[in-house]
C-alpha cells in the first residue's frame, strides 16, 4: 500500500493516528480520518481517476466540494452500488471501494481514446446528424453501451430511507462563518431556526485557512459560536444535509447522508416549510479557458489551497499558478509554506501589484503579469505550461514562456452560489466586475442572502452583516419588513478571497476545439462556435444543442463561461443574454431519498374486501380495480382463469352463486330537501319515485357525457339511497358535494358516504329465493311481495340488512348489504345452508360475461367521455324529463343530436374467434376510415359462442348488417344482432 | 408545493387540496343559445397575474372555498368562504 508523496508529513486538520484503507479500481490504497475519497487519492498519486465522457481524455481530480467536475467514481458494488459519486464529496471510510467509471481496458489506459484523436466527428449535435442509414437500430446498443456514466445497481436496494417533515421560522443553507452567525442571531431574537450544512461539521472554510476573526484564530471563534448555537433553545443544525431545492411559499427540500455502515436511513428527504430563507451557500471558483485545459493536474486554485491546509495534500511536485484576481495569491503563498515548489503566479492583468494589499517580492515567488495559459502537454497527465504575455487589447498573444510542471492551480474569479434563490424566483444579472452571475433584486422579503453568497468576502464584514441580515428578516413578518439586499460591498484590496479586479479569463490564441468549457460534457469553444453558427442563438438553444451546463454538476464551473463565450461570439453583452434557468435539484438525488418508505408492498394503498380471507380460502384470484382488491374467478384444481369463469357462469346460471360486491359506491342523501337535490343530478324524473322502489339511474357530466350510472331508492321522504359503479364511489360523493356547496348551499341536504361501511353480497340464480328462504327473517321472499327492483330493509338471522332485488347478471338476484364489520358472520350463515347444490362463489370474470350478454352497459368500458344517453339507448329518458339536471342544456347541442353518431349494439362474431375490445369495426359500404370499435367481448355463457358490444356510427339502423372487425392487422367479420343476447323478456330476472 | 391557508383548518400544504377551476362563473339557464353553452362549458379566462379560483381542501375537511392567486409568482392573495361576495381587487 503506498502512502505517496504527495502527502505533505505535518499539518492539516486529518487525525493522522487512524489510518483508513480502502481500494480504488481494485488497488489498496490507505488514508487517514477526516480524507476526502479525492484528498486521499491525491495524496496516493492517483492522477487518472476517469475519462471523458465524449473523447475518453484522461482525467483528475479538478476541484475539492461539490462543483466537482471530472471525479465521478462509482462506488461499492452488487445492490449498494450507486454511480456518479463525486470523490470530493465522499467521506473516506474503512473498506470504501470505489471504481471508474469509463475507461477500457482501463482508466490509466483507454481504447476509447480514439474518438479523442478523431473529434472533429463527434462535434455538438452530432447525433442529430448521423446514424440515420440504413437505421439507428443498427447502433443503438452500441451507443447505449458507450454512452451514459456508471452502472445502476444489480439488486433491490437494501437500504432503507426515510421523508420527514419539518417547520421553522428561520432556515439557514450554509453552516460556515456567514452562516452560523445569521444562526446565532436569528435564533437570538427568539425565532425557531434550523441550520443545514453538507459537510460532517461545521465551519466551512475557516476551520483550515487560517483567518482570524474579531481579533482572534478562526478555530476559537468556531468553538465559541457552536457553543453558543447549542445554547439558544430553539436552534436546530443538521449536519451531512444538503438543500436541494426551493419551491413556492418557503418549501424548501433537503438531503440528509446517514452515517454510512450506521443503523440509520441511507438518506432522508426532509421537506421544510419556512418563514424565512437565508443563503449562506458561498461562491464556487470558475476556471480558465485555454488550450488543453482538462489535463490531470489541473485544478482549481481554491481547492489547491484546501488540499494543502486541510488534507496536507500536494498537488504535485512543481506547480505553477494561474490567475486573473486575487485569491490565488493566497493558494501559492500556502503551497510555498507547505514545501510544495512554486513556480511562479501568471497573472492575466497586467498591473497586479496595484491591487493587491502585499509586497509581491515578499512572496518570494515570480509574477508574470499580463500573462494568461495558452497551452498545456502531457498525454496521460499534465507534464508542461506554456503561458503567453497578453498584447494590449487582449486578443493576441506577443511572447511565450513554457515551463515544466505536474500541476496547474487556476483561478478564473468566483461566482456566488445562488441557485437556491434563482429557484425560489430570484433573478440574476451578469457583473462585468466579477463576471459573476450576482443577485439582481431580491424577489421576495422573506430570503437573505449573506457571505460570500451576496459578494461580501472580507471576514469581519460577513460576521457582522450576516447577523444584522438575520436579526433583520427574524424581526419581521412576511408581508413586511426590509428587503435583504444582493451585492453590498465595493471592490477590496485584499488576498484571500476577495475579486478585487478582473482580468481576462479566456486565451485568445489556440485551436477553440482542444478548450473546454464544460469538462464533464466534454464541451469545446468550438461546440459554442458550431452552435452559433447554426444559428442556434438563445442560451437556452445553445445549451440543448451542445448539452454545455447539462451534466450532473448542472454547469456549477461551466455556466458563467458559457455565458462569456456565446456573448463574444453573437459581439453582445454577456448581461444582455440572460442566463438558463436553475431548477431544483441542486446536486443529484437519489430515487430512493423520494420514495423513502413507499416502495413494494407500500407503493400504493391496498383496500381488502371485509371478507378477503375468505375469498383467498376458495382459490380466488386477486386484481387491483382501483385499490380494491377483487376476485376475478376463484380456482379449483388445475383450471385455468378463463375455465374457472365459465364454470361459475354454468353454475350461476343453473342454481346460484354469490358475488362480493362490497366496492359498490353507496350514498346516504338526508335532508327535506333530499328529493329536490339529488334530482338536478340524474337524466331520471326522480320525483316519480315511490318508497322502496329502486330506479336504475344515469347521471351525466355538464356536457352531456355520461359521468356514471346506478340506483337510487327512497326509504323515506327525507331519506334516500344512492348506489354508484364501485370505481366512482369517491368521485360521485365528491360531484355531490362539489355541487352543493358551490351551485345549491340553499337546499338543506347532509351527504353522508358509506360505502365501506356496508358490505354487499349478490345472491344470484334461479335458486337464490330458496336459499334465502332457509335464513331466519322478517322480510316476505315471495315475488309479489317482494318484486324486482325493490328494496326491503329487515333482518336475516339477526343480522340487520337492507336487501335490493337489482340484477347486473340478468339472474334472480338479492344484493344483501350488512354492516362490514357483520360481513364474515353473514357469509358463514350463508354457505352454512346445508341445501343441495352448493353456492358458487363467482367473481368479475364470470359476473361481466353474464352482464354482457344482457347488453348492460358498463360505463367507463362500453362508454366514453363522448357518450350521452341517446348512444345507448335512454335518450327518450332523458328528452321526458321536465326539471333541470346537470347536463340537459348540452344533450340539445347540435353534436349530440348528429343522427351518425356512435351508438351501442351487439355484436355476435361470424367465425369462432373472440372479439377483441379495442378491434375498429368497418360498414360494408362505408367511406370513413373507421365506423366504431368493439367496447367489450365475452364468450357466450351457456352456448360459447363469440359475442360483443360495440359503438357503431348510427348502429341502431344497422340490425343485421355484416361488418369487418379490424383488430392489430387480422380482419374478421360480425353481424350486428339485437341485444339482449339472452332472456329477452327478462323472466329470469324477474322470477 | 404551495401552502394554501383553508378558511376553516388554516395553512396547509398544497397536495392536501384539489383545483377546482375559475370562482364566480355563472351557470347559465336552460334557454341561452348555442354558443353562449359552449362558452361556459369550455373557454376560459387565462389571466397573467390575479386569478380567482376554486379549491376544494379534498383530504382534509372537505370544504369548498375560493382564493386569488398570481398565475405568474404563485402568491396567494386571499382565500375565502364559497358563501363570500367577490373581493374588489385591482388586478
Known sequence: MRRGPFRIPAGGTLDRSRTVRFKFDARPYSGFAGDTLASALLGNAVRRVARSFKYHRPRGVFSSGIEEPNALLQLHRGARSIASERATMVELKEGLEAYPQSGWPSVRWDAARVFDLTAPLWAAGFYNKAFIWPSWHVYESLVRRMAGLGRAPDGADPDYYDVRNLHCDVLVVGGGVAGISAGIAAGGAGARVLLVEQQSALGGQCAWDGAAIAGRSALSWLDTAVERLRQLPDVKVLTRTMAVGHYDHGVVSLVQRGDDGAEAPRETLYVVRTGKLILATGAIEQPLVFCNNDRPGIMLAGAAREYVRRYAVAPGRQVLVATNNNSAYATARDLKDAGVEVIGIADSRADPSAELDLDLRSLGIPVFSGFIPIDTAGFGGLRAVTIGKLSQDGLAVASRKEFACDALAVSGGWNPTLHLHSQGGGNLVYSELTGALEAAAVRSTTVGLVGSAAGINRIDEVVRHAGATAAALAATTASTGAVATGLQEPAQKTLTGAVASFGLRISPVGNTARKWVDLLHDVTVADLELAVRENFVSVEHVKRLTTAGMAADQGKTSTVLTLENIARLRGLRPADLGHTTFRPPFTPVTLGSIAAGDVGEYFAPRRHLPTHAWHAQRGAVFQDFGEWLRPVAYLRGAESRAQAATRETHAVRAAAGVFDGSPLGKIEVHGPDALEFLNKFYINDLSTLKPQRVRYVMMLRESGAIFDDGTVVMLAPDHFLVTTTSGQAARVTEWLEEWHQCEWPQLNVAIVPITDQWATFSLTGPRAREILATFETNIDLSNSAFPHSCLRVGHLAGIAARVYRVSFSGELTYEINVASTHAQTFMDALMSIGICPEIAPFGLDALLAMRLEKGFLHIGTDTDGTTVPDDVGWGAVAARKQQDFIGRRSLVLPENLRADRLQMVGLASLKDEDLQPGSHVRLPDSVEATDGWVTSAARGTLDGRPIGLAMLRAGRRRLGTELSVHDMGRVTAARVVALPFFDSTGARMNA | ?91
Open chain 2, 1 to 91: 408545493m404551495l401552502r394554501i391557508a383553508c378558511p376553516y383548518c388554516g395553512l396547509r400544504d398544497e397536495v392536501e387540496f384539489r383545483f377546482g377551476g375559475p370562482a364566480h362563473v355563472a351557470r347559465p339557464g336552460f334557454e341561452v343559445d348555442d354558443a353562449t353553452w359552449a362558452d361556459y362549458l369550455f373557454v376560459r379566462e387565462n389571466p397573467a397575474g390575479l386569478n380567482f379560483e376554486r379549491w376544494c381542501h379534498a383530504y382534509g375537511c372537505g370544504s369548498w372555498f375560493n382564493l386569488v392567486r398570481n398565475t405568474l409568482t404563485h402568491e396567494i392573495l386571499l382565500a375565502y368562504r364559497m358563501d363570500s361576495p367577490k373581493p374588489a381587487l385591482r388586478t
